[in-house]
């Protein structure tokens, strides 16, 4: 049996990592040389966008008001000297001596040309016959799937590489300057990673549908475009909850572009300023109306369409070793309770009204929805968005799983998981901080 690539990268991601040979194959090492390949490119894009190239074979000409002497003199001529160089023209000619005669056109063929037609027919119809059976043949054995245009375009974080074990060349993974070129992002929820993609829609923001959402590795549409209050042309790195048909969120993660303004070229502190700021202008909009059910006795629980709630996952810039031992970790264990705004029940015999829309006068209710947490998420703060895997967003999970048995959580529910050992190797930090200072003193 044939594994999949994709099948390989799920069975992967949370696995443990491989042995650190030397120095130059560790995660530090392959940051350092993203973060310089940004800044190349980035270089790259400042020189294009000023358009110097266009101004370097440039140079000041003589003024007519300074008299050079030895400056070139520039002979003005007009065009009649170049007029014997032109062709003749025999259509000008025929038409200057009859002008009342019809233009008379002559087709010169020789014997191979007037057996063209047929042999291409024939040709033609072959290779017609050609492309039907190589199309036969593709759909007969399928190739993997090819990602279309917003294919492979999220920011997808490596898992952090930690080492228990006391190594100067290899270190504890953790990085070096976590406490002050770090920002981190928790709790992760739980759900499927996508791209909310906006358009210019004709219509009354909040009904007429501008929001795609398309699924992170292929790039298709997980569901209908729907209506948001979120603006045209506007690019969003999110996470669709996995029980957003009962709570209706759609977790933001990151920006990439917002009113076709490109903030992916950004850093990650502005980044994420940016998607906090521009998420509370936006209005909120009452819940779609629940969906007639004329053959149930008993009314069903209110299902949400499409995502209504735009929920940013919170940002963390206080990465200081006491902030992440005694209060990140323990944010990134435990869930989100967010207060949800869905339709009430319509069961209490509410009075109908004529020619009125069926969510005109609906009532709503709030109720609470528990959000569990998948994990925490470090971003470098030098670091600008960039698509595909890289090193410069780690991923720290709750617990690893395989394909076979993440979903269920009871039996991975007592195993130690990547985050416990995060944990263990911050508190060696601060012991091993302390007992340094502890020793400057001392001495």
């Given at each position: 049996m044939i594994r999949s690539p994709v099948n390989d990268r799920k069975a992967s991601y949370k696995a443990p990592p491989g042995p650190i040979r030397d120095a130059a194959s560790s995660q530090e090492h392959r940051r350092q040389k993203a973060l310089e390949e940004q800044k190349r490119r980035r270089a790259e894009r400042f020189d294009s966008t000023r358009q110097l190239d266009f101004f370097a074979g440039l140079s000041l000409g003589h003024s007519?008001?300074?008299?050079?002497?030895?400056?070139?003199?520039?002979?003005?001529?007009?065009?009649?000297?170049?007029?014997?160089?032109?062709?003749?023209?025999?259509?000008?000619?025929?038409?200057?001596?009859?002008?009342?005669?019809?233009?008379v056109h002559v087709n010169v063929a020789t014997k191979d040309d007037t057996t063209q037609p047929s042999t291409n027919g024939k040709k033609k119809n072959k290779n017609k016959r050609k492309g039907k059976g190589k199309s036969s043949v593709a759909k007969s054995n399928p190739g993997p799937p090819v990602p279309g245009k917003w294919g492979d375009k999220c920011m997808y974080a490596e898992l952090l590489e930690m080492n228990e074990e006391f190594d100067l060349v290899k270190g504890d993974g953790i990085p070096d300057d976590i406490e002050s070129g770090w920002v981190a992002v928790a709790p992760v929820p739980k759900g499927k990673r996508c791209l909310a993609i906006t358009h210019a829609a004709s219509g009354i923001a909040g009904i007429v549908p501008n929001t795609t959402l398309r699924s992170r590795l292929l790039g298709k549409p997980l569901m209908k475009p729907f209506p948001s209050s979120l603006p045209p042309h506007t690019v969003l790195d999110c996470i669709l909850d996995d029980g957003w048909r009962n709570n209706g969120i759609l977790h933001i993660l990151d920006v990439m572009k917002w009113k076709g303004q490109d903030i992916g070229d950004c850093e990650t502190p502005f980044r994420f300023w940016w998607r906090d700021t521009r998420l509370s202008e936006l209005s909120a909009f009452p819940p779609p109306a629940a969906e007639e059910q004329h053959n149930q006795t008993i009314p069903s629980a209110y299902q949400f369409p499409y995502p209504t709630m735009l929920l940013a996952i919170p940002c963390h810039t206080d990465t200081t070793l006491p902030y992440i031992s005694n209060t990140l970790i323990p944010i990134t264990r435990s869930s989100r309770h967010i207060p949800v705004t869905i339709p009430a029940s319509t069961a209490s015999g509410m009075m109908e009204t004529d020619n009125a829309p069926a969510d005109a006068f609906a009532p709503i209710q709030s109720v609470t929805a528990e959000v569990k947490s998948d994990g925490l998420l470090l971003y470098d703060a030098r670091s600008t968005y960039e698509p595909g895997t890289s090193p410069l967003s780690t991923w720290v999970p709750i617990r690893p799983y395989t394909d076979?048995?993440?979903?269920?959580?009871?039996?991975?529910?007592?195993?130690?998981?990547?985050?416990?050992?995060?944990?263990?190797?911050?508190?060696?930090?601060?012991?091993?901080?302390?007992?340094?200072?502890?020793?400057?003193?001392?001495?």
């Open positions: 007519d008001d300074e008299e050079v002497e030895d400056a070139p003199d520039v002979v003005l001529e007009g065009v009649s000297t170049f007029a014997p160089l032109l062709p003749p023209s025999n259509a000008v000619v025929n038409e200057v001596a009859s002008p009342s005669a019809p233009p076979n048995s993440h979903r269920d959580e009871s039996m991975h529910a007592d195993e130690e998981g990547p985050l416990d050992r995060f944990e263990r190797l911050i508190k060696r930090r601060l012991e091993g901080g302390k007992g340094e200072l502890h020793m400057d003193m001392c001495e």
